[in-house]
């Protein structure tokens, strides 16, 4: 199982904060894990489609596509951050 | 270094009055506050809500920190970022950075500040007279931070 978190805008959109999820054998990498939840379609292939800003962390760094995930990782993603 | 998310206010005073205390070969203090602004993009701001990822937001601000340490010569840090719900006026944001001499204050506070307006989860969604929306992130953001990979 991996956790993977919603933030802002995304929450919003997906209208959740956070789930646990079973590794999909296919996903290797934080690109497959998004291909994966766009495949569910509707909100989800509308907030997280290539064509929009969003960003995501791996065990709590920011993360790019290729970095791998595994079983018990914390995964988040959210829109570009806008602190300070 | 000293890292703290909170929704209660901070006393910019008694912050850097703490920190002098703890050590007599500071010879400069460099602080930034940022503040709520009452408009933005041509619309009045009658109040935000800051939103944040819990242990990754610290642990983002302690990474930038320690990054600080490695490029200037301070003594200590300290970084206070208000979550919760904002009004006009309000501070947001508190970095304060100790050392012997104003260069290195200066340029490390600077330093801080830009990277964490880029890397440190926070989010921000404001209440104006067009309805409540998201804060986008800012081009010039980006590019603030970007120029720091230049020096050093």
Not at chain 2, 36 to 57: C, F, I, S
Request: glycine residues 8%.
């Amino acid at each position: 199982m991996i956790t993977v978190l919603y933030f802002a805008r995304l929450r919003e959109e997906l209208g959740t904060g956070s789930e646990r999820l079973a590794l999909p054998r296919a996903v290797r990498d934080l690109e497959g894990l998004r291909a994966h939840l766009i495949a569910r379609g509707g909100a989800w292939a509308e907030a997280l489609g290539a064509n929009k800003a969003v960003r995501a962390a791996v065990n709590q760094s920011i993360a790019s596509g290729d970095v791998p995930i595994s079983d018990g990782d914390e995964v988040a993603f959210f829109p570009p951050v806008t602190g300070g | 270094m000293t890292v703290r998310v909170q929704t209660e206010d901070f006393d910019v005073g008694a912050e850097i009055a703490a920190l002098r205390r703890a050590n007599p070969k500071i010879g400069a203090v460099a602080s930034f506050v940022g503040v709520v602004r009452d408009v933005n993009a041509g619309d009045a701001v009658a109040g935000m809500t800051l939103e944040h990822y819990p242990g990754m937001t610290e642990k983002s601000i302690e990474e930038i920190v320690a990054q600080a340490r490695v490029r200037w010569s301070i003594y200590d840090a300290l970084v206070i970022h208000r979550v919760g719900t904002l009004k006009p006026a309000d501070q947001i944001v508190l970095v304060i950075v100790t050392s012997s001499h104003r260069g290195d204050a200066f340029a490390a506070c600077e330093f801080i500040m830009d990277y964490l307006k880029t890397r440190a989860p926070f989010w921000k969604k404001e209440k104006t007279s067009a309805g409540a929306r998201w804060v986008d992130a800012r081009v010039t953001d980006d590019l603030a931070a970007e120029r720091w990979r230049l020096k050093g």
